[in-house]
């Protein structure tokens, strides 16, 4: 036996959706207009297909699908680059956009993409046998880190992720390491990207990169510093 199964996802109309997944390589394979809009599109393994809806709201979307892959990195990388060639630069915010790659604390290395039409397209690489939850830890600052991550990265509700990160911020007695306070600045400045709040994003992204940190810290929090260069971008 061998079932395949392929998520059809709405769209306001199939042009813009089209013209996006073409950016990230992929190909049109079917496309009709009437009497009901229905294209699909494919690259590789990956068979996604839509279909046109007149009155349906992308900003107000809760489409979403799954896409596993054994080179979660090559698609990111090759996405971002895609992008960065159709639009001038690589969108983070609002429709469409590319979140960052995040190891999650699920098992999956994984990042979430948006299309025009609202779909989140969800592309991980498990990195465990174990998928589930892991505990979250006890220290205040990882543990922020923790649940604000799979508020923003996960769950996709920068607003929450954003309160996360504030009220741990404002503790007056206790303080994160160089490294935490850098995630929690990057963290915040990105979901505030996302929420269109630039002041908060400005101010979190000129603390973050003036922080001082050690080569020792800098190697930790490689990853965190490339996302502060691609949000200053």
Do not use: W
Request: hydrophobic share 35%; with cysteine.
């Amino acid at each position: 036996m061998a079932e395949t199964t392929v998520p059809i996802l709405p769209c306001r109309t199939l042009q813009p959706v089209l013209d996006f997944y073409t950016a990230l390589g992929f190909e049109v394979t079917f496309q009709q207009k009437s009497p009901n809009p229905y294209a699909v599109v494919k690259r590789g393994g990956i068979e996604l297909h839509f279909f046109g809806m007149k009155r349906y709201e992308p900003t107000e979307s809760y489409s979403t699908c799954c896409v596993r892959t054994d080179d979660v990195d090559g698609l990111y990388a090759d996405f971002r680059a895609g992008l960065k060639r159709a639009y001038g630069k690589v969108p983070s915010r609002g429709l469409p956009r590319i979140g960052p790659l995040k190891d999650m604390s699920y098992g999956t290395r994984q990042f979430l993409l948006t299309d025009p039409g609202g779909n989140c397209v969800r592309v991980g690489q498990p990195t465990s046998e174990d998928q589930h939850h892991r505990p979250a830890p006890e220290e205040t600052f990882a543990r922020a880190l923790h649940h604000a991550s799979l508020l923003a990265y996960s769950k996709e509700d920068p607003e929450a992720a954003a309160k996360v990160v504030d009220r741990v911020l404002r503790l007056a007695d206790e303080r994160p390491t160089p490294v935490q306070l850098l995630r929690l600045l990057v963290l915040r400045a990105d979901v505030a990207g996302r929420l269109g709040d630039e002041r908060a994003a400005a101010t979190a992204l000129a603390e973050a990169a003036a922080l001082p940190l050690s080569a020792e810290d800098r190697e930790t929090a490689r990853s965190d510093l490339g996302r502060l260069e691609e949000l200053r971008d």
